[in-house]
């Protein structure tokens, strides 16, 4: 499996199912998050703790849009796995931004951080 790709996003989905803490701070979610990994995007649909669907993202294709974005180069996506950078200084200098609606992205900032966390500790071969 290569990040990204498709199998690494369902992976990403099964793990964050998996995980109490996402579960705990997502509990109230009812979101649309985007996540994009330079041109890669890959649409989540957040409910109530889980990722109830996932799939690929192409503009104009996906009729419920999405509310708020996660997004950054594949370079600084791979800065985060590698553990060169941290995801504070990441997320602080824009090198992976968050974009859209910033009221529902602030609102689940700690799932966001949590959601993050997992993508960074997701064991697989990049």
Known sequence: MKFPS????QSLQAALNDSDRFAVVSK?????VLLCFGDQRYWMKLYGG??????????MVNP?????????SVENW???RQGSRPLGHLLDTG?????GDLLQANRLYESTHVML???RDLK???
């Open 117 to 119: 966390s997992i993508l």
């Open 64 to 72: 419920l849009g999405w509310d708020y974005m996660i997004g950054g």
């Open 78 to 80: 791979k800065a985060l």
């Open 50 to 59: 889980k990722v109830i669907d996932m799939m690929e993202y192409f503009p």
């Open 124 to 126: 697989i071969a990049d």
């Open 6 to 9: 498709l199998e690494f996003m």
């Open 28 to 32: 109230w979610s009812d979101v649309k």
């Open 95 to 99: 090198s992976i931004m968050i974009d």
